[in-house]
């Protein structure tokens, strides 16, 4: 079982910067992490992913070069900084844990197994 619990949202200025955060039991360091968002009336999409050794990351185009993914495995957190910010990144953001093994399909929601509540994000222009 892994828990999940996101914080660190909240309301900015567009080009300003959050950082959300993932607290995440201790068995979330065999987990691969991801961070997805979700608009109001749109499906849940990737943002980011990190493997277990922290090594492998990936980022969606539309958040790359603005937003890092990290992880402290000490802490058991699981974070996202976010830079540059612009109005469509508004939304609910989740932090998702898979405990399979690495594949390519780590964009898909469907394939993570545990998820947070969500932190909202909402950025005025």
């Known amino acids: 079982q892994v828990q999940l619990i996101e914080s660190g949202g909240g309301l900015v200025q567009a080009g300003g910067s959050l950082r959300l955060s993932c607290t995440t039991s201790?068995?979330?360091?065999?987990?691969?992490m991801g961070w997805f968002r979700q608009a109001p009336g749109k499906e849940r999409e990737f943002v980011a992913v990190?493997?277990?050794?922290?090594?492998?990351?990936y980022y969606a185009d539309s958040v790359k070069g603005r937003f890092i993914i990290s992880r402290d495995f000490v802490e058991n957190i699981l974070y996202l900084q976010m830079n540059i910010l612009k109005p469509e990144d508004t939304a609910t953001y989740y932090c998702?844990?898979?405990?399979?093994?690495?594949?390519?399909?780590?964009?898909?929601?469907?394939?993570?197994?545990?998820w947070g509540q969500g932190t909202q994000v909402t950025v005025s222009s």
């Open positions: 998702g844990a898979r405990l399979g093994p690495w594949t390519s399909n780590y964009a898909y929601s469907n394939s993570y197994d545990y």
């Open positions: 990190i493997s277990r050794s922290g090594v492998i990351i």
């Open positions: 201790d068995t979330s360091s065999d987990a691969i």
